[in-house]
């Protein structure tokens, strides 16, 4: 049997990987900026993460919903102790599409309506709801057409405004990230999400925070939304969580009330999915990783600032995005095949750096000094 062909795939084979390096199978080492999309939160293979798994797995990896599982209550706990969320409930699944599935289900649930507010360059995943709300036409299938979801121009307050004035009190949920991944990192500003928050309490809908990419302190703050100073009902989170280990959740404000078998999954929460969040927030307070993306973050936006051939260079914390010109379209190729640094992309012409949050001054150093002469010795 042959694997469906959907990736375009990098001629590369890791075979090993710690902290922000990964190495091929033939032995040559790689800087990882780019976290496999933003996925590898505290580093790679870190000892704490693999011991608790490893223990975990030893006990029982799996048992079902129908039964108590304390782990799911302690990483609740956790999760609001590190996000600041104390009065927020923790519901689990198993990704970032699912997430956000149950975070719209959840608000049409709650409002008892059906449209649903998205924004120009949005992605939310590829499952039905998820990805009808994605800015892209090329993967959402006749099947998950619908109109009931409307997209709106990003960061402009007056036409969501408008909107609002005519349709409001049809809106189950507005859904945006704090700041667009693979839309080329685009950055909510603090008066949209305001904005948002105000709409939403007027209009009686959701704020849903898609928090996957942009969230669990890859900004620097454990939520990049609440830099605006207003909370979400709902904020998505996955990738970032489980360092790896397949994991992802919504946690719902207070105002929601739950009832048995509104929502659901198999494999959610399971016993080793707990246990590696669980590692993945105790490294991440032990090792004051927000604080690190934050320095380490605004240290690599502002040297990248100073390179004169890149333009655009936009994010927050440890979720950069810069633009490199026409004529240096395979600069991200050359980085990762004659620098061995891996970087993200976004169409077009946009490299992203989506590193683990453990990156250290001397790898974002090394990169600054790699980029400028790969930059210089460029040959289109
Ligand atoms: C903002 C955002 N939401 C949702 C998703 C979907 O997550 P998953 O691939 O885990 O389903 C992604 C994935 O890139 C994302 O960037």
Redesign the pocket.
């Known amino acids: 049997m042959k694997l469906f062909d959907v990736y375009p795939i990098n001629d590369i084979t890791i075979t090993k990987a710690l902290g922000s390096r990964v190495w091929d199978n033939n032995g040559i080492e790689y800087m990882d900026l780019y976290g496999g999309?933003a996925v590898i939160s505290i580093g790679h293979t870190h000892p704490h993460w693999v011991k608790r798994i490893e223990e975990q797995l030893n006990k029982i990896a799996f048992y079902s919903n129908s039964i108590k599982i304390p782990l799911q209550e302690e990483l609740a706990e956790k999760l609001g102790e590190v996000s600041g969320k104390k009065d927020f409930e923790l519901f689990l699944c198993n990704?970032?599409?699912?997430a956000?599935e149950n975070a719209l289900k959840l608000a049409s649930f709650h409002t008892n309506r059906k449209k649903i507010v998205s924004f120009k360059k949005a992605?939310?995943?590829?499952t039905s709801l998820?990805v009808a709300a994605t800015d892209n036409p090329s993967i959402v299938a006749p099947v998950n057409e619908t109109d009931n979801i409307v997209f709106l121009p990003f960061n402009d307050i007056e036409t969501l405004t408008n909107y609002f004035t005519e349709k409001g009190n049809e809106v189950a949920a507005i859904i945006i990230?704090g700041i667009q991944?693979?839309g080329g990192i685009n950055v909510a500003s603090n008066n949209f999400l305001i904005a948002i928050r105000k709409l939403c309490d007027q209009y009686g809908s959701i704020y849903i925070a898609?928090s996957?990419?942009c969230g669990y302190g890859r900004s620097g703050i454990f939520f990049s939304h609440d830099c605006a100073g207003v909370e979400a009902d709902i904020y998505s989170m996955?990738?970032g969580m489980g360092n790896g280990f397949p994991i992802?959740g919504i946690i719902v404000s207070p105002k929601f009330k739950a009832k048995h078998s509104m929502l659901g999954t198999t494999f959610g929460g399971n016993h080793l999915a707990c246990a590696a969040a669980l590692a993945v927030l105790e490294v991440m307070q032990k090792e004051s990783l927000m604080e690190n993306a934050k320095t380490v973050g605004d240290y690599l936006m502002n040297e990248l600032k100073l390179i004169p051939q890149i333009s655009g260079v936009r994010g927050r914390g440890l979720m950069i995005g810069f633009d490199v010109p026409d004529e240096y379209k395979n600069l991200k190729k050359d980085l990762l095949f004659k620098y061995k640094i891996f970087t993200g992309e976004a169409k077009p012409n946009v490299i992203r750096l989506l590193p683990s949050l453990a990156l250290n001054m001397n790898d974002a150093t090394t990169f600054i000094s790699t980029l400028k002469i790969a930059i210089t010795a460029y040959q289109p």
Request: charged fraction near 25%; proline fraction near 0%; avoid cysteine.
């Open positions: 999309h990704s970032g599409a699912e956000n992605f939310h995943g590829r998820a990230e991944g693979v898609d996957v990419q996955a990738k992802g």
